[in-house]
């Protein structure tokens, strides 16, 4: 398995753009994370799915952020209108769930957002 | 909600130190793990420990699960140059939420 894709690496935009962040977590695994990581805040759970369905979201950090799963294969979060401050690094994990020793998450490369 | 607090924050030692790092929580965790993560790359799992007083080494590394399952400790024997990296503890619920520390910027220096 190539692991966790995250796609793109890079985005630059332009404060009040829409961006929209990919990712294709490891075939089988149940769970889906987004987190978001910065040097003042560490890495920060945004919202999770279970099997495609939401199951907190209590991390997102305004109804400027949304996050969707519509296949077993697939998610994406968005953020619109984009600000300064949500310049960070975004990483997407996925987890093979069923059980206390299979909570462990496997992570892609993430995307470093860079809002100006 | 579920905080996990490391400490220390920051580490420099010298090659051959040995260092400890701690990971705590008033709240009871399932699973505990440790990630370690380098400059432009994703966290990667090295341990899981899921009892309370488990203890599992991985080389010159040993994990440690606290009784109440609330705490844990990562010691490195003789720190290499290789060892620097964020190292990272995280919790999972028995409901699949897994929540992470501030992590410890470990530098070892020759």
């Known amino acids: 398995d190539a692991g966790v894709i995250q796609s793109p690496r890079h985005e630059v935009t332009e404060m009040g753009q829409e961006v929209t962040l990919r990712c294709k977590p490891i075939?089988?695994?149940?769970?889906l994370f987004w987190y978001r990581q910065t040097m003042m805040r560490g890495l920060e759970l945004l919202i999770y799915?279970?099997?495609?369905?939401?199951?907190?979201d209590s991390g997102m950090p305004e109804d400027r952020f949304s996050a969707k799963m519509p296949n077993a294969s697939f998610s994406t979060l968005k953020i619109q209108p984009s600000e300064p401050r949500d310049s960070a690094v975004y990483f997407c994990?996925?987890?093979?769930?069923?059980?206390?020793?299979?909570?462990?998450?496997?992570f892609g490369q993430g995307t470093r957002l860079t809002v100006v | 909600t579920q905080l996990l607090e490391q400490s220390p924050q920051f580490l420099s030692i010298q090659e051959g130190e040995n260092l400890t790092v701690y990971c705590n929580s008033s709240?009871?965790?399932?699973?505990l793990q440790w990630y370690r993560q380098e400059p432009g790359e994703g966290p990667v799992l090295l341990v899981t420990?899921?009892?309370?007083?488990e203890v599992k080494k991985l080389k010159r590394l040993t994990f440690q699960f606290g009784d109440a399952r609330k705490d844990s400790s990562l010691h490195i024997t003789a720190a290499q140059t290789g060892d620097t990296g964020l190292y990272l503890c995280?919790?999972?619920?028995?409901?699949?939420?897994?929540?992470f520390g501030q992590g410890t910027i470990l530098t070892v220096h020759p």
């Open positions: 995280a919790g999972g619920t028995s409901y699949g939420k897994l929540t």
């Open positions: 075939s089988g695994h149940d769970y």
């Open positions: 799915f279970n099997n495609n369905v939401p199951i907190d």
């Open positions: 994990a996925s987890s093979p769930g069923g059980g206390r020793s299979k909570t462990e998450a496997f």
């Open positions: 709240s009871v965790f399932s699973s």
């Open positions: 420990v899921v009892t309370g007083g």
